[in-house]
């Protein structure tokens, strides 16, 4: 390496870190040996869930080939529905990698929905966004056609999926012709909220923003717009920018006069903190329900 080469190496890109600290601080994989292993785990305990539970399977709530939700119903009437968006550093993944959590949330009568959306860099990430407020849309629209409570919808996201959970729930949705406070509730799992030191990172080749995209998709900047109650949860065997996104979320939004709990988990790492949503009576499972309990069916 030669002097100038390692002179940018070392210099400071963001807060403390260089180009290569930052690098790792925005890959999970680097932060947890067997996360091949855990991923793949989604899935195939996603799969023995639909093998074995009752559900709605590939409803169209777009008209692209990725614009597909499945559906998984309570039999308790007029019943809440929490709408959960995949993890995938948003470039991977599907709604089938995260059928896994649907028996903790219909077995305590919530409907659980997952929505795939198209991943990057198959269209840009404002698309991406637009796709899931159509699932929330379409969600809250048809409600009725399986018992559901259009009035208590709720929704989280994990990793990718809780940037695109807290963008959501700062979204203008008057504009789109639904009530400003279609979401009841979130909870934003092991996220990302402010894109500057994402894109300062490796994530820069394959996530291409305008600094007016940067700035409109960093829902850190825009808590005053949240209509809802927000859980933050982190865990602490995450990446230190993991660790501190989460914490400068919520400290935003308390600051900002809104509604929000802080859930730390210091055993638990970036996909441990996946699991936790499907298993019943774990802090994360308990933040979502508890969320729910507050809205009752009036």
Known sequence: MSRQSEVQSTAVVYLEYDQNALDRAYDQRAWVSDAAARIEGFATRSAAVRAAHRYHADLAYGNGPDERLDWFPTDARRAPIHIHLHGGAWRALTKDDVS????????????????????????????????????????????GRF?????????????????????????????????????????????????????????????????????????????????????????????????????????????????VDLIHLELADHFRMADLLGEAGSPIHKAALSQISTRPNV
Request: proline content about 6%.
């Open 100 to 143: 896994f959590a649907a028996p903790a949330f219909t077995a305590a009568n919530v409907h659980y929905v997952v929505p795939s959306f198209t991943n990057l860099p198959d269209v840009r990430l404002p698309d991406m966004v637009a796709q899931t407020a159509a699932a929330v849309a379409f969600v809250f629209r048809n409600a």
């Open 147 to 259: 018992s559901g409570d259009p009035n208590r919808v709720f929704i989280s996201g994990h990793s990718s999926g809780a940037h695109l959970c807290a963008v959501l729930i700062t979204r203008d949705w008057v504009a789109d012709g639904l009530p400003a406070d279609v979401l009841k509730g979130a909870l934003c799992i092991a996220g990302s909220y402010d894109l500057e030191p994402v894109l300062l990172s490796a994530r820069r080749n394959y996530i291409s923003l305008d600094r007016a995209e940067l700035v409109q998709l960093s829902p850190i900047r825009h808590v005053a717009a949240a209509k809802c109650p927000v859980a933050v949860a982190y865990g602490g065997r995450e990446s230190p920018e993991f660790i501190r996104q989460a914490k400068a979320f919520a400290a935003a939004l308390r600051d900002a006069g809104r509604n």
